[in-house]
């Protein structure tokens, strides 16, 4: 029996002994997690210290511990050395980002594509209905695309630095399932990610999902910060990294090359697996003279590269190109075939026809001059920068505000959908400047996004 009575003791969580059942540490977890998830504990909640619950509950410290661990694999909470365990900022919600259908709503959230130039798709979709070789693209072969698509996708990938043969590329549906296929197939529960400190939130739900615990790096306007990565990787066994070098979701920071390989030369020090979600690359190939190449050719051998045509071609047909190292190739093959099974021969053979027919082209041409005119009107009314290293055509952007944490709410009952900042935060990291991220993208008239703003 503990020898001090903690009857009257204060403890920010004290778990009712009566509903422990064996294993212990188990049922600490179930319980920990139940009043996380139904917010009895508050994100940002100081849990009581390890041997102090033991204590409390007249068990032993490792049975405590046990318990911790399965709560900080699932994300719903976190530690920091020298100051104790804490509830994860979004461990009570999801924080997953989708778009909403309201006609009483300007939704400034979710950030779409500028689907104005969708009827260059449609043209597309009817030549591909006429193809002598329609009905082969409508079958179970060839799982990771059709070798003329795959071949497609390595040209349109050429425009942005990318030479890689087409038998390393694999096509999946969409850029979330490339994450999803990447993380399930070359990372384990438990394992850890850097990222930077606000990043892509349904990343962040995703690693959630399959228990991999994301590390907080700091960043400056250049991006991560080498030294930071570096002292982290020294202090913890992380395994991989997750970056957005061409526009950073949600900050919309651009890495110039020399960052790149300042960082290339910490990845490669330890090992570590990178994920290169390089969606917005079309909107800077050409017109940034510093973006050079994307990471993936510092460290093939150690990289994931993946390519949405979402953001730049069309956002309904769901189709990404998927390119990794040659030793890496059996485990990603294996994680699409058992996730996937195979991505529709049809919606990547409409791309195909866009890129091959040089359309796609011209529908990055529009979606960048509709770009520039949306930034246009959101300078209009917040005429600064929060750095100078933002991308000039973001689709959204990042604007820094009070202390606010219920302004996401407060608009939105005002009719106009944002996001706080707090949904792209990764837990264990606590910062002081909050931000709204500001979808320009997503309205169907320039109009609607004027009154938004």
């Not at 907080?216 to 202090?235: H, R, T, W, Y």
């Not at 390519?307 to 956002?315: A, L, R, Y």
Request: hydrophobic share 40%.
């Amino acid at each position: 029996m503990p020898v001090n009575s903690f009857e009257h003791y204060p403890m920010s969580w004290k778990p009712n002994k009566k509903l422990l059942n064996r294993p212990y540490y188990a049922s600490i977890a179930s319980l920990l997690e139940h009043d996380i998830v139904n917010g009895l504990l508050m994100p940002g909640t100081k849990l009581p210290p390890q041997r102090e619950l033991a204590d409390f509950l007249d068990l032993n410290f490792t049975t405590i511990t046990r318990a911790y661990k399965i709560c900080e694999v699932k994300g719903l909470i976190y530690a920091v050395t020298g100051s104790g365990t804490f509830v994860s900022t979004n461990a009570a919600r999801s924080i997953t980002i989708s778009t909403v259908k309201s006609s009483h709503t300007i939704d400034l959230g979710f950030v779409a594509s500028f689907e104005e130039t969708n009827n260059v798709v449609t043209e597309a979709m009817e030549n591909v209905m006429k193809k002598s070789y329609l009905e082969h693209l409508l079958n179970y072969n060839d799982p990771t695309g059709i070798p003329h698509q795959k071949k497609a996708a390595a040209n349109w990938m050429e425009s942005f630095g990318m030479n890689v043969d087409h038998e390393n590329i694999s096509i999946v549906s969409g850029a979330q399932n490339a994450l999803a296929i990447t993380l399930a197939s070359l990372f384990e529960p438990g394992n850890r990610i850097a990222t930077d400190i606000f990043t892509y939130a349904n990343f962040i739900e995703l690693a959630k999902l399959l228990h991999i615990q994301l590390v907080p790096i700091e960043g400056d306007s250049f991006g991560m910060i080498p030294d930071e990565l570096d002292k982290a990787c020294s202090q913890l066994n992380i395994h991989g990294i997750f970056l957005m070098p061409t526009c950073s979701n949600p900050t919309t920071i651009m890495i110039p090359h020399f960052r790149k390989k300042e960082l290339a030369e910490v990845i490669r020090k330890h090992r570590l697996l990178l994920i290169e979600d390089d969606i917005h690359a079309f909107l800077t190939a050409g017109i940034i003279a510093d973006y050079q190449q994307p990471m993936f050719n510092l460290l093939p051998n150690q990289s994931v590269y993946i390519c949405g045509t979402s953001k730049s071609i069309c956002s309904g047909l769901r189709v990404a190109y998927l390119t990794y190292g040659e030793s890496l190739r059996s485990k990603v093959l294996k994680g699409i075939f058992n996730i996937n099974v195979k991505t529709s021969s049809f919606d990547t053979e409409v791309i195909t026809e866009l890129i091959i027919s040089g359309k796609a082209n011209e529908i990055v041409r529009r979606k960048k001059q509709l770009a520039e005119i949306a930034n246009d009107i959101y300078y209009k009314y917040f005429p600064y920068k929060t750095t100078n290293n933002e991308h000039p055509l973001s689709f959204h952007r990042w604007l820094p505000i009070q202390s606010n944490k219920e302004l996401e709410v407060n608009l939105e009952r005002q009719g106009v959908r944002v996001f706080h900042s707090n949904r792209f935060l990764v837990s264990g990291q606590n910062t002081s400047q909050e931000y709204l991220r500001i979808a320009l993208s997503s309205t169907t008239n320039f109009d609607d996004l004027e009154l938004g703003l």
